[in-house]
């Protein structure tokens, strides 16, 4: 009989959290006999309800495990697939993921390489302005790598998105920025009949694809927290990663397109050849739903909000100009 998974875990405000991610682990580690070497360290993060990130050891190898914490049991399954599918195309050069180690999927765990570096965002904040470019277009020769063979095209659905957007933007707490917002829901309506012209191009995605889930280490970058990877439009995670930057308003060569650094996009356009129309309308669609929904809290300092306004101004600028005859990069 193995001796109880002991987690050294930093307090966290819930007690009942913390119970629930040891039991998971501790139910998993006792069903499943490739954890049985397991050992829990610190907590990465948790998001309530959702999941738990821990780093460990697996028989002396450290490891990182994820823990699903919600009532979806079928939820650790498909991500422990996902990461099966993309390691073979993802194993090796320096576009890579973490390697799928084992897995509980009944259990809701998951184990995986311990992936070292730095997070990308953070990296950028470290370098002279002239040194960032150089990063933009491996983290879009990232996303080009781990889509190609899962794309296709879909029948487009712009109203969905609008309708998603729109729940969103009724929950913002910042009365100059709701009032912008609105004008920017209108030019996504604006947008919504072109769109349906012609189907999106789309790929098993990764969900959450921004500047820190990508892991510098040298010249390899790393995706992680897979979790999210799903059927979607593919310029949506380049919208994701884009306006991640633009709410930040990382300075990389001063020139904005669409609220974002016009480099950025420039990177994206020309590693995934974007044609007219994904540059007028199926980009700056998508990078109006990533513009409105993450919603800022009344935490966020101020400045974090007044620039958050200055990039919601030029988004919707340069909204009003953009169409798929006209694309402005």
């Known amino acids: 009989m ?34 049985s070497g397991a050992e829990a360290g610190d907590l990465i993060r948790h998001v309530p309800g959702k999941r738990a990130l821990l780093h460990g050891t697996l028989n002396a190898r450290d490891v990182v495990f994820r823990v699903n914490l919600t009532s979806d049991t079928d939820a650790a399954l498909r991500e422990w697939g996902e990461l099966q599918r993309l390691w073979p195309y993802m194993a090796s050069g320096d576009l890579r993921t973490p390697e799928p180690i084992c897995a ?45 063979m899962s794309e296709g095209w879909r029948l487009a659905t712009p109203l969905r998105w609008i309708a998603r957007a729109e729940a969103a933007s009724a929950t913002q707490p910042f009365e100059q920025l709701r009032k912008l917002e609105v004008q920017i829901l209108s030019q996504m309506h604006r947008l919504a009949p072109t769109l349906t012209a012609e189907p999106w191009r789309t790929a098993i995605c990764h969900g959450d694809f921004h500047p820190n889930n990508l892991i510098a280490n040298g010249p390899r970058l790393t995706g992680i927290d897979l979790g999210a990877s799903q059927r979607m439009p593919l310029l949506k995670d380049v919208a994701r990663f884009a306006m991640h930057m633009g709410r930040r308003r990382l300075r990389l060569t001063g020139k904005t397109c669409l609220g974002i650094d016009r480099a950025c996009l420039l990177a994206f356009s020309d590693t995934l050849n974007m044609s007219a129309m994904e540059r007028g309308a199926v980009l700056p669609f998508f990078l109006a739903f990533e513009a409105l929904i993450r919603v800022e809290n009344t935490r966020l300092p101020a400045a974090r909000i007044a620039r958050a306004e200055k990039m919601y101004q030029d988004l919707l600028a340069d909204l009003a100009r953009t169409e798929a005859g006209a694309p402005l990069m």
């Open 104 to 148: 509980s999927p009944d259990g809701g765990v998951i184990v995986q390489e311990r992936i070292t570096g730095t997070p990308l965002m953070a990296l950028l904040y470290t370098l002279e302005q002239q040194e960032r470019i150089a990063w933009l277009a491996p983290a879009a020769a990232w996303l080009r790598k781990s889509t190609a």
């Open 2 to 35: 193995t001796a109880p998974m002991k987690a050294r875990l930093p307090p966290i405000p819930d007690l009942d959290a913390l119970m629930q991610i040891t039991a998971r682990l501790e139910h998993a580690r006792a069903q499943t006999a490739s954890l």
